[in-house]
């Protein structure tokens, strides 16, 4: 697997332990035999200061502490409308991307990060409108992480940007750990997935801000039953306005585009409600 | 799946804590995760042991416990949300069952460290400060 190895090792015996006094070897093997000290990381209830270790314990923690720190530089440092399209591969996220490029005002400065395993299809394809766009290949990684997007932000002159567009890696488990410090995630399930979709990865769907049900036009042939979708959609994050889309006819993008508007109103530098650990709300 | 990234993490803070102890060696490492997240246990055990290789983490005893979601409300409610009971999946209801209002997951959704254990040894006028924090 692709692992950047960071860890610093660290020597696990003294080279001179043969020259040990007797007694000092009498411990070690004690200590082999299980006499042992635990330290146990504290949940902040422990009367003492917690050391630098025990605040980072969490790592899922410090992941979305690391994109809430995105989301300042991004939204309220710089003004940029950050928008995150998860959803599997196929779903049509970079279709969706495309139709609300060609609905973006003239004097709008749109960029966009495109997160693949490998390649730049989508990347290729958005630049076709003219846009800065930043390929991120992943690897054998599943997902983009704030990590990656950090990277990423550096070849964009924030101060020009209005929008971001975001496109993770198309994947429905693994970007419900990994926060990327967008203003709305987006959720893009087609009817192509089938009717449990939604079931199959609700930790997901009640991680984001909005849910698109694209290709809405084949549900029938595919024998997807749209209510059932629907249903699951209600009833695993019932907060989470749901958009149904053909989106190779534009059909339903005007409406997620008038709703992602609204969104980027709400959350200028004043009156941001910063609800951002709620269950469903993604934007930690 | 991510679960390499996280081992890494998890490693990494295992060692610094030991180093913080005076020890050079870590026998054991326990690892909470909720049951709100997508960290697979199994796994999530075995790319700490491979990568805990050359360490001193290395042939540390790598335990996992599941910390099931806790969720507050604002109208004073705190306890265990319901499973929403998916065929396929797992997720924490997001609705108050007293006031119907979202709720707020406090644990749950957490993989971190819980407890290294480190041997007893080494210069013990150095380790009064550490120990049995
Ligand atoms: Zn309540």
Known sequence: ?284 | MHEISVASGILDRAITAAEEHGADRIDAITIEIGRATHVNPEQLVFCLETIADGTAGEGATVRTETVDPVAVCDCGWRDEPDDLGLVGGFAPDVRCPECGERTELVRGRECRLASIEVPEAGDRTEQTATQER
């Not at chain 1, 991004?74 to 409308?81: E, P, Q, S, T």
């Not at chain 1, 449990?196 to 042939?221: G, R, T």
């Not at chain 1, 149904?244 to 059909?251: I, L, Q, R, V, Y």
């Open chain 1, 1 to 284: 697997m692709h692992y950047e190895r960071t860890i610093r090792p660290i020597r696990l015996y003294r080279t001179n332990r043969a020259t040990l006094p007797p007694v000092r070897w009498l411990e070690e093997l004690a200590d082999r035999l299980g006499a042992a000290r635990a330290h146990r990381f504290g949940h902040g209830d422990h009367d003492h200061g917690e050391s630098a270790t025990d605040a980072e314990a969490d790592v899922l923690a410090a992941i979305r502490e690391r994109a809430g720190e995105i989301h300042e530089t991004l939204a309220h440092d710089h003004g940029v409308f950050a928008v995150e399209f998860v959803g599997s591969t196929g779903g049509g996220k970079t279709k969706l991307i495309e139709e609300l490029l060609e609905r973006a005002p003239t004097d709008e400065q749109i960029g966009a990060i495109v997160g693949d395993v490998a390649g730049e299809d989508d990347a290729t394809r958005l630049r076709e409108y003219g846009i800065p766009v930043e390929n991120v290949n992943t690897g054998k990684e599943c997902h983009l992480d704030p990590g990656g997007i950090e990277t990423a932000l550096s070849a964009f002159d924030l101060e020009e940007l209005d929008t971001l567009y975001v496109e993770n890696v198309g994947n429905m488990v693994c970007p419900a750990d990994f926060p990327l410090g967008a203003t709305v995630r987006v959720l893009v399930v087609s009817t192509t997935e089938g009717d449990d979709v939604v079931a199959k990865h609700p930790l997901l769907v009640q991680k984001c801000d909005a849910a698109v049900v694209n290709k809405v036009d084949l549900a029938e042939a595919v024998g997807t039953d749209l209510d059932r979708v629907r249903a699951d959609l209600a009833r695993v994050a019932p907060d989470v306005p749901v958009f149904e889309t053909d989106a190779s006819s534009g059909a339903g993008v005007d409406e997620l585009g008038d709703f992602l508007e609204s969104k980027r109103g709400e959350h200028g530098h004043h009156g941001h409600d910063h609800e951002h650990d709620r269950v469903h709300h993604p934007g930690e």
